[in-house]
Structures are given as structure tokens and as C-alpha cells.
């Protein structure tokens, strides 16, 4: 029932009954006599009022019409599950959206609910796979027929903070309907379905980035949508920069709608928790703002920005972020000279630079990152991690061959996030590198590896097999931008890519080599150690929106580093348009089968219809 | 002439005088004359003599000519008293086409008939008691008498059928007795036809409905009133309803059948929408 309050209709059936009793007031009618109606009187007991009533059928039939009538407008619907498979597999989406309350109390439980009706519904003998899907994919239940363990473990699935990974759960999916094709798929969900009918009838996969030749085969998908289109607005980026020669930070927020209206949103920047400034901003359906907040005091460590006007999400109302202290890195550049990676160090904030020449390279210490250039000493430096810029050949990673007059690619890795693909650059000559068990492929050509980077123990260690001088890579435009990532991602104790850190991210975290070991506390409080063991590579527990705190115990000291994670909000919202126009073309079909109920409307209305036409009958020929 | 008994009323049952006829005995060829034949002035035919015969009633020209003695055979003519007795009670005057107006006429045929054929006719209307009556009527010139008491009947009380019939002096012997009612009296018909029967009446029972009563057509919620006894009955006209009435007139009538057959009366079931014609023949062809 969509709309229980249409069954007060059903008051009007006591008052039809009523007033046929009123109308049993009987007219005087005479006749030669009634010998003969009461010996038929005596076979049927027709005096009782009730009983006249029972043999009314005019009153029958409008009472009939009124409860279908009372049915209509409660917007009635039938399950339509039919599992004639005996497998059914349940697709949960449990992202930050499905927290949107457009749907009460919120998608997510809306889901649940219908999830574990739905279980109720089957048969003893179904067999039930529950997959989970998050940040990750998750198989929870696979094949059970255990139908209480099947909701209780719908039950135990707890809504994350973090964006779909619908890519993932599609593969998952399809992997599971190849070896099963009978499977019934239920999908809970409310984003685009992503399983749509194509126009020849087969059921294709139309998410954004997804492969076009990942099908569903089948037409045993049914995709529960949970979305009434609400508004929502939220804070997709806050990023800041500390003003050169200045006592001042500059920020910059990013202000969405995601939304099928206009809105004006009052949007407000918090300095350490104190209000800073507040500003209204107009932003049009399905696009975006940038607010750029200025003259804020340098002393601030932590920006908060918060949109105000309320929406159907509140979690990504709102982005923070922490601004480090002027901790000076030093950063010690070992080359016969090299102006380009002098130029891009000088533009890092908060970066010392130190040179050296190739001679001076004994006991190296007390840096807290090395850049050799072309030159490599027999000891590597214990105290800091390494890049290696066209090295000499050494014990640490063994030389495949050179290279001459090559196209050099980047490869996909989480340093290049958020550039554009395909970056590439060309080379006099390059060292191209055996990839050691310990690396990761940074750069490539078509002969093999050109960069690469890993942990050498406690170390971490980035190894560039050409010359910068010998390559075009300092005048493309993302020079500036790689290198400074490089760097960044090396500097203990400085999370990489600060601005961009999103609930469900792998988060790279780059922790000091002397560190003992190393915690990160959750915004709810839980404490995880995440070293040792050594080295640590990616954290993937921020699955939480809130400040994170990042642990470090040293020898005779413990470090605290806070670090905020923000909902992924750009990444579970937005859609490009032919997805969007995709979606309201299944909120159009479905918009009264959204729970995956059959409309039963239209029949209750031809039934009603026929009702009527035979009231009308019974009427007009005095049966 | 009034328009219950009009010109065409008339001509109708004059040619019915031709075709139909009632016996006293109820055989079916019998007409108004005996088959036992005896001394009248009608020859009927010839037989052998044979001892005890009356000898002056032998042919003696036959004997003359076969040298055989034949007895002459005469019909014997006999006077066949005529009793019709109408009911003339207030449910009698009810229906489309009205009852009354069916069973007058066809008490008017029959005894028009019976005058043809020099019976003795008497119609007696009764309801409960002799409202008004002419008895032992000969011939057609009588006939007039009979419609004007026909013509002047009032329905308006309660029949009573056996007291009426019982209050009236029969005539001894033989003779014929038709009763014309609904039979809504609620009476002991076999209580009636037994005392008939007892003073040697061929008994016919015109049992007159109307088609309202056959099938009535009420659709809705009622309360009946019997237009005699003012009872009232509540119904609600449902086709079970209708249905259990179809049975109960089924019963009624096949238990007056019932009776009528147990005492060698006859059981004429008639709708007051036939014609006058059809219901004598239908008298006639008992």
C-alpha cells in the first residue's frame, strides 16, 4: 500500500449498509392473497433484516465497488517475485547515498526492509547469494538455503560512508550469473540501474565507466530502486594554499547540486571550529560552484566548510581538512646540476633544499629525502627515502637494457589520480629496469619497465631510469604537478594528496622511517595498527566520513597526526547526462514499482468499472 | 349489453354450444344423453330379444320381416341439473386481465351451453356465504337472468366455499357442479369435493389464476397485504424468493389435482389472460 489512508474509504461500507436498512421501510402492497407467499416464506428465511440484506444485491455490488474503490486510492501493489530458478541473489547497495532520508526512514532501511520480505517470501528450498555492495564488492552469503541466516545477515549489514563501486559489483555479478545464468538477481539500489532493457530485449549494463560488453543475460533482473529525486547539495572539495611570504591561507571549496532544481545554498567556512565567513551561492541544477575563501589566518590548522540549508543528506554537507604545520622538510639534491628539479623543489611549500655534488656522498644523514641524479652511492642513506634519477647499476634492482628515441607512458597508478590518462613524454635514451618483486610500475615504454617505485626495506625508494635533460618531461605542463606529488608522497609523515582524501579511498600514507609503530584512530574511535609490519603500502579503513588520526610511536616519542576523510560525494552523485536522462526513464517505469511490487491498480480499476456496468444491469432489468 | 357480456361474448359461445357439451357421467362421448337406454321418443337402435325383455317394446314389423323378434332401444332423455358455482370473494377481484371478468365470462359460457342443451342450470355466487344466485333455469331465454346476476355480483368479502355450497339446497340426483374460485380460501377442498361427490355431482374445479399470480413481478422491498384477510406478509423480492413462490403454487396446485383425481372430479387449471373460448373447451374435453 502506497497510500494506506486511501482504505478510509472503507468507512463509506458500514454507511451504504445503513442505509439499506433505512431503505427496508416496505410500501404497502395488496394482493389477492398471501397464502402462497408464505408457504414460500417458510422455505427461505427472508424476514430477518440482516437476511434481506443478504439478498440484496445492489447493496453487495456498491459495497464491492467501494472497497475497490478504497483499494485504488491506497495505490495498492502485489509482489511480483516469482523464483521459479530456486537461486536468487540479492545485490545490497549500502553507500553513503542509500543514507538519504527522501525515503523514510532512509533508502538503506527502506531496502533492508523489502530485502528480508523478500527472503520471507521464497521458498524453503531457495538458495540465496548476498553480496554486499560498497566500496568493494563483497560476497557475504553464497548459495545458502538457511533463510534465518540470509536475514540475519541483511540485518548485520551496516550502511557505509563510502561510494559504490558499482564497476566492481556488476563484474561480480556477471561472473556469478556465468557460472549460474538461472539466478534470480535482486538489485537494492538507488543509483543509475545498471540493468537496463536495451532495445534488443537483452539486459545490458549502461553505468558510467563500465565496460559496454559486460551484459546480464537474462531477464531474471529485477532492480529495486530506491530514489525520489531529493535535494541534495554537498561539499565535493575543500582544498587550501598557504600564501608565499604570507601569514595567510587561501581555500577553496567546491559547492554541488545534485539536484533536478536551481537552489541557493548558504555555505560557511569554520576556522578551528570558529565561524569564519558565510557567503550565499547560487548553483544550478546538476552542476557546480567554487568558493574561493580568502585572508584566512595562517595560524588556522583546521578549515571546515558546511553548506547550511538543509537537504536529504546531511553526511556531505559538509568537508574539512587539516593545515599542517610549516614542519621544514629537508630534502637533500645530490646532482652535478639540475635545473629543472631545483626549479619544481624550490615550489614545494615547506621543502628545504640542500645540494650536493657527486663527491660529497659519504655518510649521508640527517635529510629527510635524498634525490640522487645520475649518481648513486655505495651506502644508501638510513634515514630517509630515495629518488633515483638515471642511476648507475647497483645490487638493489638489475638493469633490462636501454632504450633510444622512445615514447615514454605513465602507467595507471594512484599518483597520476585525478590527472588525465594517456600521459606521455619522449626520450633521447632510457635504462629500462627488471621490476623488482618489491616495485610498482610508474612509467613505461614499449620495451619494458622506465620507472618504478617500491619499499627497500623500511625505505621507500623511486627510480627514474632516464635524464631529465634528456627528455621532453620538464616542459610538458605536468612536470610541476608529477614531481611535486613525488615528493610529497615521500615526505614522512605528510598524507599524499590531502585535498582529495574521500571515505572508501585507498589512502597512501606515508609514514616516517624511524616510526616504531603506527595507528590510525577512526572517527568512532577505534584504533587500528597498521605497522608493522613494514613497509606500510595503502591504508584502506577510512571508510568513515570524520578526522582520522594518523599515530606514529617513535623511540621516546608518540606524533599525532589528524587528517580528515569527506564524503565521496561526487563519485555516488554524479552521473553524466545520458545516464541521468537513462535514470529518469527507469524512474518513470518504475515510479510506482519501485519496490518491486506489481501495480494492480490498473486491473482493480477495470474490475471496478465492471461493477458498475453490472450494478447498472442489475438495475435496469430489476433482478 | 354490458361490456362483460358484449355481442362478441355471445357469438362466441353460441358456437361453442355446437362443440362443446357436458355428460353427467363424465364419459367421453357422452354429451347431455344417457347411454342407458331406456323409454323416450328418440329410436337409438335394434336388438335381439331376449327373455324379461319388456314385450312392448318388441318390433313386431321386424318379426314380420326376419321372423325374429328385435326389441325397439330408445335414449333414455334425462333433465341434467347444472350447479355453477362462482366465487365472487374479494381476492376474485384482483389481477390484470382481472379475474372476475375471466370467471364470469366463463361461468356465463357454461351455463349458456347447458341452457342449449335444456339443462337445469343454477349460478350461485358465493363468497361466504350465497351473495346471489338463479336457479334451475331452462333454456336459452333465461340466459339474460343469468347475466344480470352476473353483472350485479360485489366482490367484497371473504370466501367461504363449503359453507356457501353447503347452505345451498341441491337438487337430488344426478347433476353437474363446476366451483369457479382461486381456491385462496384456505379451505379442505377434499372436504368440499367429498360432499359433492356424495350427492352424485360430476364435479369440475376451475382453479382461476391471475398471471401476476402465476408470476408475480415485484422487484422490490414489500409489504403485502391479503386483500381479504388484511394480513400482511414482508418480503424482499429476490429470484430465490421467486423461486420458493413458483414451488409453493406448484404445490398448491398439484395437491387440488391430488385431490380431485382421488374422488373423479376434474382439475382445471386456468389464467385469467385465456381466452373464454379455450377454457370451455378445455371444460368440454373433460
Known amino acids: 500500500m502506497h497510500s494506506p489512508w486511501g482504505l478510509a474509504a472503507l468507512l463509506a461500507v458500514p454507511l451504504i449498509i445503513i442505509l439499506y436498512l433505512l431503505k427496508q421501510k416496505h410500501e404497502d402492497y395488496i394482493i389477492s392473497s398471501v397464502y402462497l407467499w408464505q408457504n414460500a416464506l417458510q422455505d427461505i428465511e427472508a424476514n430477518a433484516p440482516w437476511q434481506k440484506l443478504k439478498k440484496n444485491i445492489l447493496m453487495f455490488l456498491q459495497i464491492i465497488a467501494i472497497i475497490l474503490l478504497a483499494l485504488l486510492l491506497a495505490e495498492p501493489a502485489i509482489k511480483t517475485y516469482n523464483n521459479n530458478s530456486g537461486a536468487v541473489m540479492l545485490v545490497i547497495d549500502c553507500s553513503l547515498s542509500m543514507q538519504s532520508t527522501d525515503i523514510k526512514p532512509n533508502r538503506f532501511e527502506a531496502a533492508r526492509k523489502d530485502a528480508i520480505n523478500l527472503v520471507e517470501s521464497c521458498n524453503s528450498d531457495t538458495k540465496f547469494t548476498l553480496i554486499v555492495s560498497g566500496s568493494t564488492p563483497q560476497i557475504v552469503l553464497s548459495q545458502t538455503n538457511d533463510k534465518d541466516r540470509v536475514i540475519q545477515e541483511i540485518q548485520n549489514i551496516n550502511v557505509s560512508d563510502t561510494a559504490q563501486d558499482i564497476e566492481g559489483t556488476v563484474e561480480l555479478v556477471n561472473s556469478l550469473l556465468r557460472e549460474n545464468s538461472s539466478i534470480q538477481v535482486n538489485w537494492f539500489g538507488d543509483g543509475v540501474n545498471p540493468v537496463s532493457l536495451s532495445s534488443s530485449g537483452n539486459i545490458s549494463n549502461n553505468s558510467p565507466g563500465i565496460d559496454s560488453n559486460q551484459h546480464f543475460s537474462g531477464d531474471n533482473i529485477n532492480y529495486h530502486l530506491y530514489n525520489r529525486n531529493g535535494e541534495n547539495y554537498a561539499v565535493t572539495l575543500l582544498s587550501h594554499r598557504k600564501l608565499q611570504n604570507s601569514q595567510e591561507i587561501m581555500a577553496l571549496s567546491r559547492i554541488a547540486n545534485f539536484s533536478l532544481k536551481d537552489a541557493e545554498l548558504d555555505v560557511s567556512l569554520y576556522t578551528d571550529g570558529e565561524l569564519f565567513d558565510a557567503r550565499r551561492v547560487k548553483v544550478e541544477a546538476g552542476k557546480s560552484e567554487n568558493i574561493y575563501w580568502k585572508n584566512i589566518p595562517g595560524i588556522t590548522s583546521r578549515l571546515e566548510c558546511r553548506i547550511d540549508t538543509e537537504d536529504i543528506l546531511d553526511k556531505d554537507n559538509s568537508a574539512g581538512l587539516m593545515v599542517y604545520s610549516n614542519k621544514v622538510r629537508k630534502v637533500l639534491l645530490a646532482s652535478v646540476g639540475n635545473i629543472f628539479l631545483e626549479k619544481v623543489l624550490s615550489l614545494i611549500p615547506d621543502v628545504e633544499l640542500y645540494r650536493t655534488g657527486a663527491e660529497d656522498m659519504h655518510e649521508l644523514k640527517g635529510y629527510d629525502l635524498y634525490i640522487f641524479d645520475g649518481n648513486l652511492p655505495e651506502q644508501l642513506p638510513g634515514d630517509g627515502h630515495i629518488i633515483l634519477f638515471n642511476p648507475p647499476q647497483n645490487k638493489h634492482f638489475s638493469l633490462a637494457g636501454k632504450s633510444e628515441y622512445t615514447d615514454i607512458r605513465c602507467t595507471k597508478h594512484r599518483l597520476y589520480n585525478n590527472l588525465e590518462e594517456n600521459i606521455s613524454f619522449d626520450a633521447l635514451k632510457t635504462d629500462l629496469y627488471h621490476l623488482p618483486q618489491w616495485g610498482n610500475a610508474l612509467m613505461e615504454n614499449d620495451e619494458g619497465i622506465v620507472a618504478f617505485e617500491g619499499y627497500l626495506d623500511k625505505y621507500r625508494l623511486i627510480v627514474f631510469g632516464f635524464d631529465l635533460h634528456e627528455t621532453n618531461l620538464p616542459v610538458q605542463p605536468f612536470f610541476p604537478v608529477i614531481m611535486t606529488r613525488v615528493v610529497q608522497e615521500l615526505l614522512p609523515g605528510v598524507l599524499n594528496d590531502i585535498s582529495a582524501v574521500y571515505a572508501g579511498d585507498l589512502i597512501s600514507l606515508s609514514i616516517d622511517p624511524e616510526a616504531r609503530e603506527v595507528f590510525v584512530i577512526a572517527p568512532d574511535g577505534n584504533k587500528t595498527q597498521i605497522a608493522p609490519p613494514f613497509p606500510v603500502d595503502v591504508f584502506d579503513g577510512a571508510t568513515q566520513i570524520g578526522t582520522y588520526i594518523l599515530e606514529q610511536k617513535f623511540e621516546n616519542e608518540t606524533v599525532q597526526q589528524s587528517f580528515y576523510v569527506n564524503a565521496p560525494s561526487e563519485k555516488e552523485f554524479a552521473m553524466p547526462e545520458s545516464i541521468k536522462s537513462l535514470q529518469q526513464d527507469i524512474e518513470k517505469v518504475q515510479e510506482h514499482k519501485q519496490f518491486g511490487f506489481w501495480d494492480v491498480r490498473i486491473p482493480l480499476l477495470i474490475l471496478l468499472l465492471a461493477i458498475l456496468m453490472i450494478e447498472w444491469w442489475v438495475y435496469s432489468n430489476g433482478i | ?286
Open chain 2, 1 to 286: 349489453m354490458s361490456r362483460l357480456f358484449d355481442s362478441r361474448f355471445l357469438q362466441t359461445i353460441q358456437q361453442l354450444t355446437l362443440s362443446a357439451r357436458f355428460s353427467i357421467d363424465g364419459s367421453t362421448a357422452g354429451n347431455r344423453k344417457s347411454r342407458s337406454k331406456g323409454s323416450s321418443v328418440e329410436f337409438s337402435d335394434y336388438r335381439e330379444y331376449i327373455p324379461g325383455d319388456d314385450f312392448r317394446r318388441i318390433d313386431w314389423n321386424a318379426y314380420g320381416r326376419f321372423e325374429k323378434l328385435f326389441v325397439k332401444l330408445f335414449m333414455e332423455e334425462r333433465e341434467a341439473p347444472v350447479h355453477i358455482f362462482l366465487d365472487v370473494s374479494k381476492s376474485m377481484d384482483w389481477g390484470e386481465p382481472n379475474k372476475s371478468i375471466a370467471s364470469r365470462r366463463l361461468a356465463a359460457a357454461l351455463a349458456y351451453i347447458s341452457l342449449a342443451n335444456f339443462d337445469r342450470v343454477s349460478v350461485v355466487c358465493i363468497d361466504d356465504g350465497i351473495q346471489n344466485m338463479c336457479r334451475n333455469l331452462r333454456g336459452k331465454n333465461f340466459f339474460h337472468k343469468i347475466t344480470d346476476v352476473l353483472e350485479n355480483v360485489h366482490y367484497t368479502g371473504r370466501s367461504s366455499i363449503q359453507k356457501s355450497i353447503e347452505s345451498f339446497s341441491m337438487q337430488m340426483g344426478r347433476g353437474i357442479t363446476v366451483i369457479i374460485s382461486d381456491f385462496f380460501s384456505r379451505e379442505n377442498l377434499n372436504d368440499i369435493i367429498k360432499y359433492l361427490a356424495y350427492n352424485k355431482q360430476s364435479i369440475y374445479i376451475c382453479h382461476i389464476l391471475s398471471p401476476q399470480e402465476i408470476r408475480p413481478n415485484m422487484n422490490e422491498s414489500v409489504r403485502l397485504v391479503d386483500s381479504e384477510t388484511m394480513e400482511t406478509v414482508e418480503i424482499t423480492v429476490t429470484p430465490s424468493l421467486l423461486n420458493s413462490y413458483s414451488k409453493a403454487l406448484e404445490s398448491f396446485k398439484s395437491q387440488m389435482e391430488r385431490t380431485c383425481m382421488k374422488w373423479g372430479a376434474y382439475y382445471l387449471n386456468f389464467s385469467s389472460d385465456m381466452d373464454v373460448a379455450e377454457m370451455v373447451k378445455e371444460v368440454a374435453e373433460h
